[in-house]
Structures are given as structure tokens and as C-alpha cells.
């Protein structure tokens, strides 16, 4: 992540199904960050909805339809039509419309970032000074230093949630599709915890490299991702087979021959790995404090 910064462009992509509580908290957050970028757009696919998420995004155009060029961000819908039965190829989808939104008009845009708009993953106040931090590198950084990943994300105050999305090694495969699954999901949950309170402790300016992992919001270089795309299918030549046998053999556990319905995230990852030689990491670092009163009835940490 070492480009020119003086101009630095960044469309930031929602998937919007009844969001109304979580997209009024995002758009905030976006609106805080705006300064760092000199262009920023947000792509959305929309699936009809039954609350006021429609009309919270049409209200955040026609204010800013008013603001200097400077502060606008431009909101461009796509209504998802028709919308799978699977909630989970129906998010496949969704990501997949908003990378072809990227390859027809934002290809040369230097970053894109996918942000969850629900009702704890994002709402809490962003880091507004490590996202400076990180679209503006200090010189002669580490090799391990955030600004050299081709794709971030961040742990956040409120607590890791997104251990479905997580692959590290060895914990590489979806623990939903290995039997013992309750027992792997402690296990890679334990360990990742331990890597983070350590790294935390003794390398805070450095990332944890990875194979997958989201949390709600991820920086991605364009360039480095536009070519792959999102599937809830097992693509078994992705995975590094020895990290796979050492999964096995940790986790005394063995691989479902069912390969489908895994998190849309890992395939996404592993195939800029394989293709571009992507470089993906966590930073311990929060990019959005805990939320001091959070909605009520809430499905994660905020």
C-alpha cells in the first residue's frame, strides 16, 4: 500500500438488507474519513427491504448534493433482483454485484472497502487517526508493517466476532464443515485471541498474516482483487494442502465431503493469493471503538 497519496481514491461497498440501524452509524463513520480521501463513492446493492434503509441513503445524497466537492460522497444503488432463497448465496451475490460495479467504473480507483452495515459490526466511533495512519505511511517501515498487506482488517475494542470469515494456520478450513466442529471453532478462537494479546503486547505496529479474515470491514488494494470473486463453494486447490493435513492432525478431526455453504470471505482471499500473490493480515489496532450505548437486541459485540 505504497502508491501516491495525494490523490487517494476509495469506493466503499454495503450490501443493504434492513440496515437501518447499523447504515445511519456507518454513513457517520464514512463521513468522519472523508478528509483523508480525495475521492471517495459509496456502491451499494439493495435488497428491498422492509425498513427505512432506502430512504436513509436517499437522504444522505440530497444533503450531499449541497457539499463542496471536497466533502461529497456520491451514492451509487443497485437494486438485487431477484434475490436468492440462500442468505448466504444471496451475500454471495451482493459482494459479486458490487465487484462488477468496480470493474465497469472504478477499476482505477486505488482502494475499495467492504463494510458491514448491521447493527454492531461498524457502529462504533472509527479510528479516524489510523486510517490517516495508513492511507499516509511513515518512510522505512517494517516488512511486516500494515501499509505492505494488500488487505487489512482490524480487531475492534467491542471484541473479535468474525471467526466463520477467519483461516490462519493451521486453523485454514471452516470449522463448520469438520466434524468436532464446536471443538475446533475453541480451539482456532483460543489460539487467534492468544496471537492477538501478543502481538498486541510485543509487535503493536505489526500485522498478523493470514490466509482470510473480514470482521465487518476490510481495506483492499484494487488492483490485487479485482480479478477474483466471492463463492460459498469449498475450492479445494486453494488450500495449501500441507496446512490442511496439519489441521487435521492438530485438531484430531476430519474434512466433510460437503463442499458448500462455506463463508463467502475465504474463497474471495484464497484466490487473490493464488492469483496475485495477495498479502492479507490483521491488525491488532481498533478501527472502531465500543460502542458506549448500543442498540438493543443487538446479534454481536458493538
Known sequence: MKENRKNISVVVCFCIYNNEVGLTYCLKNLEAIR????????????????????????DFNKKNK?????????????????????????????????????????????YFIMMDTNEYSCIGHINVQLMYNIMHPEENQSENDISNYDAITFDREAGYYDWWALSFDPFIYSFNHINNSSKVNVQMSKMFTHILHDYRIHFPDEVIPVYSAFNGFAIYKTKKFLNCSYSSDIEMDLFPKHVIHKLIYITKSSIYSHFKDDCEHRKFHLEAIRKNNAKIGVSTKYMFFKHENPPLNIRGPA
Open 35 to 58: 478528509h483523508i480521501f480525495h475521492r471517495m463513492v459509496i456502491n451499494v446493492v439493495y435488497d428491498i427491504s422492509e425498513d427505512d434503509s432506502y430512504q436513509i441513503l436517499m
Open 66 to 110: 449541497n457539499k463542496p466537492m471536497i466533502e461529497k460522497i456520491p451514492v451509487n444503488i443497485v437494486i438485487n433482483t431477484p434475490k436468492k432463497n440462500s442468505k448466504n448465496q444471496n451475500i454471495v451475490r451482493c459482494r459479486n454485484m458490487l465487484l462488477d460495479m468496480m470493474r465497469k467504473s472504478y477499476s482505477h480507483y486505488d
